[in-house]
């Protein structure tokens, strides 16, 4: 039980937790049923069953999840609902049913309202977590995006450049200067090719 209570204060995945939690119940009260609800601001549910028996009590599973109290005992008497909490919120239902000693199901009550008070920090951290890792992997993919379309963009540049100053043609990229009534009056060499100066014979005119 201790090192089941501190795995799942290590446990980094909700459904990790859950399966702590469901193996923990399992070890201590030797249920028929063992089922988990998750609760959250986003969603209900699903419900999950591990043991893969039919879930037979829906309703009671509905009126407890709308109610307020933190356990219930189900209407056949060997089983109960235990509601998850933490800082006052609902973060999921454990359902147990079916003891092989259910004359104490009070002693199994009270060692479970003990144990999710852990239940519910450690499902809370993980669903934590688990935002906050799909938040990195998410800004970690942007930075990649980002990186490889800058990759790109250099490798253009660096394409073009070289079939810039490769070429035979001679080429001049000019800025046009205009006068005061906005006629043509000079222009800036701002790039010319190798080819330009040995057909020109102009050198060093780039930025004049």
């Given at each position: ?12 995945q ?59 005992f ?28 259910p ?23 993980a669903?934590?977590?688990e ?14 995006e ?14 073009y ?25 000079d ?20 930025g004049?």
């Amino acid at each position: 039980m201790v090192d089941l209570l501190g795995g799942i204060t290590l446990a980094t995945q909700e459904q990790q937790v859950i399966r702590i939690i469901t193996d923990l119940v399992s070890m201590l009260f030797s249920p028929r049923e063992i089922g988990f609800l998750p609760v959250s601001d986003e969603k209900i549910g699903p419900y999950v069953s591990f043991n893969g028996d039919p879930f037979t009590a829906e309703d009671e599973l509905r009126s407890f999840l709308t109610g307020q109290d933190d356990s219930v005992f189900t209407s056949s008497g060997d089983g109960f609902f235990l509601r998850i909490r933490y800082d006052l919120t609902t973060v999921g239902i454990l359902y147990a049913a079916g003891f092989t000693l259910p004359e104490y199901r009070h002693n199994y009550l009270d060692l479970g309202i003990f144990i999710a008070k852990v239940c519910g920090l450690a499902i809370t951290n993980a669903r934590i977590f688990e935002k906050l890792k799909d938040t990195i992997d998410k800004l970690n993919q942007e930075i990649f995006e980002r990186e490889k379309a800058e990759l790109a963009l250099r490798e253009s540049e660096e394409h073009y450049r070289s079939l810039f100053e490769n070429m035979l043609e001679g080429f001049a990229y000019c800025q046009m200067l205009y006068d005061d009534d906005q006629n043509p009056s000079d222009w800036i060499y701002l790039s010319v090719n190798s080819s330009f100066d040995q057909i020109t014979g102009l050198s060093g005119v780039q930025g004049k």
